[in-house]
């Protein structure tokens, strides 16, 4: 008996282990696949990397945790029974007085207006705003964490999602193939060629869009990017002998479906997922530019393009947005290479 | 299936198949109209008994596996009936069809692209049984554990890749799959045309033992004519769509009647380098099986052809007790039919 080599709990075959050893022979793929996780997960945890609220706070000998429990002011020793604002001098003081409190890296959030600035906004970067403040006086760096949040959640949903549904929409079509795949193929070439934009603003102008309709709306017309491969793939499988063999077995379409065809099929399918992240992060912060994305206030890099392009004589602006996307972008375009590698079956392990 | 519910179908034979047709539309133009068809089948009938088996021969594209395939409802025959035990099946749906779909099995000729490349030689064979629930647990390894000693593959085959095996084992797998559901029929669709000679031997004696164990049927298509003679009990030969002879290996083997029999079994190679035998060649190519010729599809190729044999199709005819002939020249009765070949053999010395 064989002794099974398993990687977090999947078993590993040796082409697995091809497929690993080829997606690290990418040092280029590999490492941007790093240097892209430690990001992702550092913006995962920005609320306490940038917040207004300090991280730990110990007054009167008793321990608060502003980040996590909302406190009201009178917990402070203040006079409003709301949310103590903890950049107010007064919170502050009686603090500072009473015990100390752990300020995040950058004591800003995405939403905070610093009105201390000396110089009217947009603030170049200086010690306190170290990328400088946009034109309503908030910090650039606190925004572009908590943007890229959510570029990348947005991103990753929709691939998630449209993925699913496209591979569902190909493998029905191809494995069925006939009049099936004819309907929803006519289908397809009506619905892609509705004018998605336009689509976009007239919706928008009746709902306001947020995170989860702009999901919806896109999702809507991005799933069809995955449907002609999967369908080709489909159809060339179904006429395999062991799909047939199956059939003979009397096993039912669904489980042919999944378990004899759409693993061959997935190969192909994961190189493009990459690319189709790396779409639907562009696509979103188009939108924002254009200011029919996420609602105005959203931390998002689209809308931080589109205030570097009204303010040009605050180059920070735009080229922090531009140098963010770039990176972030490259990244995601060297490790969809390095998944291509890794899934070439003709390539061995230089 | 114990030995009585075997016996038990009132004289009708495990298989009869009666004027199976399939026939492929050829569609053009913008309208996709149907502009003839392809007749890869045109109207075959034979039976096959208990424990027996029928070699379907023919060369390359006359339609032996297609018949085969339409006879397990792979692909929906166009029309004619296939009759499992005197019941009907061929215009069962899909969810009727499954309780026969135990007792008739396949066998492909391809032993590379009949095995799932991603399950486990272990889940390949489990598959039938699970898919029918007979088994499970640790008895339904067992049981394929037992099934793969059975075609000659040890118990270790059961955690290896398809891809670890050779082509001759790779069929072990494809046969103890079919197995796996004890059927009471085979369609064995060319299982040795992929494999070395050496391996076909083992192959086909696999088969006759598991013939004898089991008491199985076959349907054994294939286009070696040595491989049938060692296998089957009776033969059918096929050109263009149609069975033109169908009796006991013995008959056709010393008097075939049909004159593209005739010609196929010249073709045999003898083992004996020094013995003379004459070789029909027959003349130009196999028609198209979109306009087979008229009257009987063999006369434009037949040495013998009369007049007659372009205007009107040959009916089968039993010529002697179990030997069905589809051919003018045999029209004429047993006795005559000595004179006949006589006269054909001095016609050919000429």
Same mark, same amino acid.
């Given at each position: ?350 | ?88 099946? &061929?215009?069962?749906?899909? +969810? ?7 007792? %008739? #099995?396949?066998? !492909?000729?391809?032993? @590379? ?82 494999? &070395?000679?050496?391996?076909? +031997? ?7 033992? %598991? #013939?004898?164990? !089991?008491?199985?049927? @076959? ?87 009369? +007049? ?43």
């Amino acid at each position: 008996m064989r002794r099974e080599e398993r990687f977090l709990g999947l078993k590993v075959t040796p082409l697995t282990r091809r497929r690993l050893a080829n997606f690290r022979g990418n040092r280029r793929g590999f490492w941007s696949l790093w240097i892209f996780l430690l990001l992702f997960v550092v913006s995962l945890f920005a609320e306490f990397i940038a917040n207004d609220k300090p991280l730990f706070v110990d007054y009167k000998g008793r321990w608060y945790f502003p980040v996590l429990v909302t406190y009201p002011e009178t917990t402070f020793g203040g006079d409003f029974p709301t949310e103590a604002d903890y950049r107010d001098p007064f919170v502050q003081k009686e603090i500072e007085a009473n015990g100390w409190m752990v300020w995040p890296l950058i004591p800003f959030s995405y939403s905070t207006i610093n009105y201390h600035l000396p110089v009217p906004a947009p603030a170049p970067p200086s010690a306190v705003d170290w990328l400088g403040t946009d034109d309503q006086g908030r910090d650039v760096l606190a925004r572009l964490i908590y943007g890229f949040r959510i570029s990348v959640l947005f991103g990753l949903a929709l691939t998630v999602f449209s993925s699913i549904i496209g591979v569902a929409a190909g493998a029905v079509q191809g494995y069925f193939g006939g009049l099936t795949d004819l309907l929803f193929q006519r289908f397809i070439e009506l619905w892609s060629n509705l004018p998605t934009l336009y689509l976009l603003i007239i919706l928008s102008s009746i709902v306001q869009p947020n995170f989860w309709w702009l999901l919806g709306l896109m999702l809507m017309f991005s799933w069809m990017s995955l449907v002609d491969l999967v369908r080709a793939e489909f159809l060339r499988a179904r006429n395999f002998d062991y799909v047939r063999a199956a059939k003979a077995l009397g096993v039912s379409d669904p489980v042919i479906i999944v378990r004899h065809v759409l693993p061959n099929a997935m190969v192909s399918t994961l190189t493009f997922l990459p690319f189709i992240l790396n779409g639907s992060i562009t696509t979103l912060t188009s939108l924002d530019f254009l200011g029919f994305g996420l609602p105005a206030g959203s931390p998002s890099l689209g809308e931080l393009l589109a205030e570097g392009k009204a303010n040009l004589q605050a180059p920070w602006l735009g080229i922090t947005a531009f140098l963010t996307l770039a990176v972030m972008l490259s990244l995601l375009i060297f490790i969809g290479e390095a998944v291509r590698d890794a899934f070439d079956p003709r390539k061995n392990v230089g | 299936m114990s030995a009585a519910s075997r016996g038990n179908g009132g004289g009708a034979p495990l298989l009869e198949v009666e004027e199976l047709k399939k026939h492929y539309p050829i569609r053009k133009g913008l309208l996709s109209t149907v502009v003839g068809h392809v007749l890869a089948v045109d109207g075959i009938s034979f039976t096959i008994g208990e424990g027996e088996t029928l070699g379907l021969v023919g060369e390359s594209g006359c339609g032996k596996s297609t018949a085969g395939k339409a006879i397990l409802k792979l692909i929906e025959p166009t029309a004619g009936s296939v009759k499992v035990r005197g019941k009907r099946i &061929d215009k069962l749906s899909r +969810a009727e069809m499954r309780p026969y779909r135990r007792q %008739l #099995q396949v066998v !492909f000729q391809d032993p @590379y692209s009949s095995l799932n490349p991603r399950m486990t030689v272990g889940d390949i064979v489990a598959e039938p049984l699970r898919n029918y629930g007979v088994e499970n647990g640790r008895a339904l390894e067992d049981r394929v554990a037992a099934l793969l000693l059975k075609v000659g593959l040890r118990q270790e085959a059961m955690r290896r890749y398809p891809h670890e095996f050779s082509g001759g084992q790779r069929q072990r797998i494809g046969i103890a799959r079919a197995l796996a559901l004890q059927p009471d029929l085979i369609v064995c669709d060319e299982p040795v045309s992929a494999l &070395d000679v050496s391996v076909q +031997a083992q192959v086909i004696n696999l088969l006759m033992d %598991l #013939q004898k164990e !089991f008491g199985l049927s @076959y349907l054994f298509v294939a286009h070696d004519l040595a491989v049938v003679e060692h296998i089957s009990h009776r033969i059918a030969v096929m050109y263009l769509g149609k069975i033109v002879e169908l009796t006991d290996k013995r008959s056709l083997f010393a008097t075939p009647l049909h004159p593209y029999t005739e010609a196929l079994l010249s073709a045999v190679p003898l083992p004996d380098p020094e013995a003379k035998r004459e070789r029909i060649i027959l003349k130009g190519d196999v028609p198209s099986p979109i306009n087979p010729p008229a009257g009987c599809r063999f006369h434009t190729r037949c040495p013998y052809a009369v +007049a007659r044999c372009s205007k009107e199709e040959p009916a089968m005819r039993e010529v002697r007790p179990g030997h069905f002939v589809a051919c003018h020249l045999r029209e004429i009765d047993g006795a005559a039919f000595a004179t006949a070949a006589l006269t054909t053999e001095a016609h050919r010395t000429k």
